[in-house]
């Protein structure tokens, strides 16, 4: 089974983006990500609708437990509450390829839209599950990566929308982004620029090319010593091949290099924090 789910047209938002904008430009030597996000704006309009009423209930749990209302009571009164609250829908979809695999991109050709057939990598999907709910609190998101230079990779520049189909039969569509893919590589101060090598490295560290990202890493730190976002993702790629000591070794200087590089702030960065705390734990085992 493919679809899961309702009947009726779901009220879900999809949100596309290029290389994290809606008007992007790209080099011939750049990748580029699309991503998308999909809300069950449904579910969050009933959940924020039910919060008052969540209130109630836990103050009446409150008084049955204190002995305040006899038990009757309570349960009239949550009848009564609980037939005032919206339903929260959960929308369910995804099948034994993967829920993402669900999600294509169209662009235009004359008069209607067509599936492109780029080679398109799956680089993020969270839920990383076969299957996504989509309630209200949990989005999906996921990334698809187009490699530079890849022989089949297109020149130009198009619109892009995300089409899903979340309910059989009945597809969601997201915004339209536009890109730029040009036949040029990035000039030399861009290419040389902390921000690029950390986006270069993000790629190929999600691309599973670990020896790459290493590479942007080291150039980053040359760049700049003190660079918080290439320790932490040095210690992410030793992480996931499975070098714990270097792991926590590179954890440990993306602590301190956070606070060379921002020394007014004080609130510590909790995420690098929890994997320091995480790896020292599991070393020990």
């Known amino acids: 089974m493919s679809i899961l789910g309702s009947d009726e047209t779901p009220q879900i938002r999809m949100v596309c983006r290029a290389n994290e904008q809606i008007d992007t ?15 069950n704006d449904a579910a969050i309009h009933a959940s924020s609708f039910n919060a008052p009423y969540r209130d109630e209930l836990l103050e009446l749990e409150r008084k049955l437990n204190a002995k305040q209302i006899a038990k009757e009571e309570y349960e009239r009164m ?23 695999n669900f999600i294509k991109f169209q662009i235009p050709s004359r008069d209607a839209w067509r599936e492109v057939k780029w080679p398109l990598w799956l680089l993020v999907q969270n839920p990383p599950s076969q299957v996504a709910d989509l309630d209200a609190s949990t989005p999906c998101y996921v990334e698809f990566g187009l490699d530079p230079k890849d022989e089949k990779r297109p020149k130009g520049e198009f619109q892009v929308k995300a089409v899903a189909e979340i309910v059989k039969g009945k597809s969601t569509e997201s915004n339209i982004v536009t890109v730029n893919l040009l036949e040029q590589e990035m000039p030399e101060p861009k290419r040389g620029k902390e921000e690029t090598l950390l986006a270069l490295g993000s790629y190929a560290y999600k691309r599973g090319l670990y020896e790459n990202a290493v590479e942007y890493v080291q150039r980053t730190l040359q760049v700049n010593p003190s660079s918080t976002a290439a320790l932490n993702m040095l210690g992410d790629i030793e992480e996931r091949r499975g070098n714990f000591s270097a792991a926590l070794s590179a954890y440990e200087k993306a602590l301190e290099a956070f606070y060379v590089e921002f020394p007014k702030i004080r609130e510590p960065p909790r995420p690098i924090e929890a994997k320091i705390i995480r790896l020292r734990a599991l070393m020990k085992r």
């Open 78 to 100: 949550v009848k009564e509450i609980e037939g005032k609250m919206l339903k929260v829908k959960v929308i369910r979809f995804g099948g034994p390829q993967g829920w993402s």
């Open 25 to 39: 430009t790209v080099y011939e030597d750049e990748p580029l990500i699309l991503s998308v996000s999909l809300v």
